[in-house]
């Protein structure tokens, strides 16, 4: 139990970092909705497409032919992302006043709808575009024009990625400014401003390990309504992308004395596993896309697959090859980046921010440990973390890369976000208790400020980067 002066501590700690911790997703993420162009974002065109038809109820695509699934979405918001991407080809800048004003005339025109294909985005379940396409629907609602349903989207967006890191910091036991300080990095915080789909691909198995590390710690039987919640969680992991319905195993890490015993506990976490990755193989059964024939990188899966079964350590070398080639460029990417398109609607932020922030996270994460060390967690999450990324690898080798490349090709760094909550959790359940705790505490607070600062430094480059562009286009 905590002391009268450690809980008075603990408090005025927790204070200290939530008004800043809020203030920066305000202002940070207010900014980033303001200033970011319409579309900018990575794959953004296609998310609006698949939000816009969530939107109008239609949750399953069509299938529209060989690898390709879309259907009918209004034509105004088409049209109107069809007038940035012209923007995008052409390397140029965007007139807040003519983007007001094509956005009123497409508001103005009679309601139409118009069949188009995004197989990209319509082959995914509709669970993570729900809060974009419920901000879009109240839009519409309202009668507002396009270029408003799109900040209404981003908006959704923003307010359900903060309401999840709200819910993932009150069940975490340890690892809580670590944790915030890589929710609200620069990559992390610029998608939940967008119509991406990644902020739930991020923050729904961060819960789910957040639960499975709460509960370890409580050390007492699960309810029902919690174990009920697990099997939830898992569900709703089966329809986010493929790669995450793995998540789902770490339900395993739970001790038998929360379940009932050895037996119930490898029987319900095998459940929550099955559960997730069944809803997973069954939708991706439905919808088979094929991003490498779709994108013509000239993939060939099946072909892939075969070389895979034949020649597992050529795989095995070229995993680790791509790796020692690429990890730090996927740290650059996944940390530093702005925009989803060619300059200078894309670009970096300082690699000197970059650079410092690879190892400032880590180091809060072994400072912010929870009252007591598990390394069932530790060594759980951190053998977790490789698990995943090779198995993005994996994906990204045999559905994009063309066979006999000498590298994975298409891995952008953003995909491993779930893997960097991984190792920071691990090393935070690693670190457990320090004594004197005043120590720890110093460092922690010291080590959090550093963080946040260079996440703010590296965002305040993008926000002026976004800046640059909108400026009259002559």
């Not at 459940?271 to 069954?282: D, K």
């Not at 896309?289 to 892939?304: H, I, K, S």
Request: a positive charge; hydrophobic letters at 55%.
């Amino acid at each position: 139990m905590l002391s009268g002066r450690a809980r008075r501590m603990s408090r005025l700690e927790s204070l200290a970092i939530a008004f800043p911790a809020i203030a920066f997703f305000l202002v940070f993420g207010g900014f980033l909705l303001a200033l970011t162009p319409p579309y900018a974002a990575l794959d953004e065109p296609y998310h609006w497409q698949r939000v816009l038809q969530i939107a109008e109820g239609d949750l399953l695509a069509e299938t529209l032919g060989p690898n390709s699934w879309g259907g009918p979405i209004d034509r105004a918001g088409y049209l109107h992302m069809l007038h940035y991407i012209e923007l995008i080809q052409k390397h140029a800048p965007v007139d807040a006043a003519q983007a007001r004003a094509l956005s009123d005339h497409l508001a103005s025109l009679p309601p139409e709808r118009q069949v188009v294909p995004f197989p990209s985005t319509a082959s995914y379940a509709p669970l993570a575009y729900l809060p974009q396409a419920a901000f879009v629907a109240v839009a519409r609602a309202a009668r507002l024009a396009p270029l408003d349903q799109m900040h209404a989207g981003r908006l959704g967006n923003l307010v359900v990625y903060g309401a999840m890191i709200a819910a993932i910091l009150r069940a975490l036991p340890g690892g809580r400014m670590a944790f915030l300080a890589l929710a609200l990095s620069p990559v992390a915080l610029q998608n939940a401003g967008t119509l991406s789909a990644d902020p739930l691909n991020l923050t729904l198995p961060a819960l789910l390990l957040a639960l499975i590390w709460r509960y370890r710690d409580r050390g007492t039987p699960l309810g029902r309504g919690e174990m009920a919640g697990l099997v939830a969680l898992s569900t709703a992991l089966g329809l986010l992308k493929l790669t995450i319905a793995p998540f789902a195993g770490i339900v395993l890490c739970l001790p038998g004395a929360v379940l009932g015993g050895t037996r119930s506990r490898i029987a319900f976490g095998s459940l929550c596993l099955a559960v997730a990755v069944g809803i997973a193989v069954l939708w991706n059964a439905a919808y088979p896309f094929l991003p490498g024939l779709y994108w013509g990188t000239g993939a060939d899966p099946a072909a892939q697959a075969a070389r895979l079964r034949a020649a597992p350590l050529e795989a095995v070398h070229v995993f680790a090859v791509t790796t020692r080639d690429w990890a730090l460029m996927w740290w650059r990417d996944g940390y530093g980046r702005y925009g989803g398109h060619p300059a200078p609607w894309s670009g970096y932020a300082s690699d000197h921010w970059i650079l410092a922030a690879l190892w400032v996270l880590p180091a809060l994460a072994l400072c912010d440990g929870a009252r007591r060390r598990d390394p069932v967690v530790a060594a759980g999450f951190l053998l977790a973390a490789p698990a995943y990324i090779l198995l993005v690898m994996a994906a990204f080798w045999i559905g994009f890369t063309p066979v006999g490349a000498a590298s994975v090709l298409g891995i952008q760094g953003r995909y491993f976000l779930p893997a960097q909550v991984l190792v920071v959790l691990a090393l935070a359940a690693a670190s457990g208790p320090w004594n004197p705790a005043g120590i720890r505490r110093g460092l922690r607070l010291g080590l959090f400020a550093a963080a946040m600062a260079l996440n703010g430094a590296v965002l305040v480059d993008v926000l002026t980067a976004w800046v640059a562009l909108w400026v009259p286009a002559g």
